[in-house]
């Protein structure tokens, strides 16, 4: 098929894709979603920090929190196989998109799912090239 048979089918058909967030879609049965956490549950071995590939999730046992760096996770499911009980699980949602690297904290004492959203500390890098600014 020649370039301009294709790019004129291309502008004449519909879009293969939603306006998301403006348009919701179907969420796949097989979505993995993002993870969550039940405090209520957690024992502290830390085994989910540990065996992150991205190393998005810090554990705070003094604290008794678990912080999910959003931008790092891929969604891969390990933390949730190796958790001895329970604790973490994949919500099938899509999260909401924008600009900011959000860091969730899940603490002991909110409920399941429940979280507070804080900012991800900017780099080196990016102090850096902000002040070139």
Same mark, same amino acid.
């Given at each position: 098929m020649s370039m301009i048979v294709s790019s004129l089918k291309n502008l004449l058909s $519909?879009? /293969?894709? !939603?306006?998301y967030p403006f348009e919701r879609t179907d969420i796949p049965s097989n979505n &993995?979603?993002?993870v969550v956490w039940d405090m209520e549950r957690c024992?502290? @071995?830390r085994l989910c920090e540990k065996n992150c590939p991205t190393k998005a999730i810090v554990t705070d046992k003094a604290a $008794?929190?678990?912080?999910? =760096? &959003? !931008? &790092? @996770?891929?969604?891969c499911r =390990? @933390? !949730? /196989?190796?958790?001895? =009980?329970n604790t973490i699980a994949?919500?099938?949602?899509y999260s909401e998109p924008g600009p900011a690297r959000e860091v969730h904290t899940?603490? !002991?004492?909110?409920k399941k799912g429940e979280y507070t959203v804080g900012l991800m500390p900017l780099s080196e890098r990016d102090e850096t090239r902000l002040r070139k600014r």
């Open positions: $519909k879009p /293969d894709t !939603v306006r &993995r979603g993002r024992i502290w @071995c $008794k929190t678990q912080t999910i =760096t &959003r !931008v &790092r @996770c891929i969604q =390990t @933390c !949730v /196989d190796v958790c001895p =009980t994949m919500e099938p949602v899940y603490a !002991v004492g909110m």
